[in-house]
């Protein structure tokens, strides 16, 4: 199956990263090169570096990105700090995170990732370590509610996570559509007849699987560090607990003065280290959102560096 993945907001996010030829970029979920050949194209004494946790993207990526000065690595975004360090490169000029699921991991039954088809529960971006066969077979239900409350926001997980363990002790839960079914038959009819209940328990699954929230907060901190004074990060989400987490790191990067509003002047000396590019997030026009109906979600956060 090819790789296939339309890039979200792609005039935005090369806008906002303000690109020079000479620059050193990171993409840091490069997928099937959409954003990364669109910078990549811009550099001409630059490099790019296109990071990503799917075998299967970088090997599409570097069919994409033939020719051009990139160095493709596979592994997770949150190791972004070694990784440049790695290849003697101290700073960097700009970075780009496409958050969420690829087209690609979506449409490609065998990756587990989507309920719409009925395949082995898996949705491991890497394809190593945790399966959603694991979570859903191996976790308590205390677990498997705190999983699909915090990271669903799903007001049924009790009773999703009390249907999981029950029809678990008969014989392991196997596939999505399994999966999918237990959750249906969990929720209220009105419910299932409003949508399809089962997008917020499977992106909880998957968030746990891939880690999803915790490699994010790692990464903030150590992007933000390497860019250059300058230099630019931008970051597409696709749902409230990622793009909340983001915000409210931006937030902190653009801080000034912490002390007590009754101090009569600053003593703890501290100034912003950024600033925002996007006040409010960029969302995708009604056009894009027709041609590419996944899209809808998106929301892109860019912050500038001040100083160190």
Known sequence: ??????????????????????????DGTAGG???????????????????????????AASERLYGYNVRLINSNYSEVAQIVRGLGIDKIDGMLLDLGVSSYQLDNRERGFSY?????????MSREGLSARDVVNGYSYEELCRVIFEYGEERYAKHIASNIVKLRESKPIESTAELAEIIKQSVPLKVRREHNPCRKTFQA??????????????????????????????????????????????ASFTQGCTCPPEFPVCVCG????????????????????????????????????IKD
């Open 205 to 250: 699954i998957r968030i746990e699987v891939n880690n999803e929230l915790g490699s994010l907060s790692d990464v903030l901190d150590s992007a933000f560090d390497l860019l250059k004074p300058s230099g630019r990060l931008a970051i597409i989400t696709f749902h409230s607990l990622e793009d909340r987490l983001v915000k409210q790191r931006f």
């Open 33 to 59: 090169g959409g954003h990364s050949f669109e910078i990549a194209r811009r550099l001409e004494k630059g490099l790019l570096i296109a990071i990503d946790r799917d075998p299967d993207a970088i090997k």
């Open 270 to 305: 501290k100034t912003p280290r950024g600033r925002l590019i996007t006040k409010k997030p960029i969302e995708p026009s009604a056009e894009e959102q027709r041609i590419n109906p996944r899209s809808r979600s998106a929301k892109l956060r860019i912050i500038e560096k």
């Open 116 to 124: 719409h088809d009925d395949a082995p529960l898996d949705m491991r």
């Open 1 to 26: 199956m090819e790789f296939r993945h339309l890039p979200v907001l792609l005039d935005e996010v090369i806008a906002g990263l303000n690109i020079r030829p000479d620059g050193v970029y990171v």
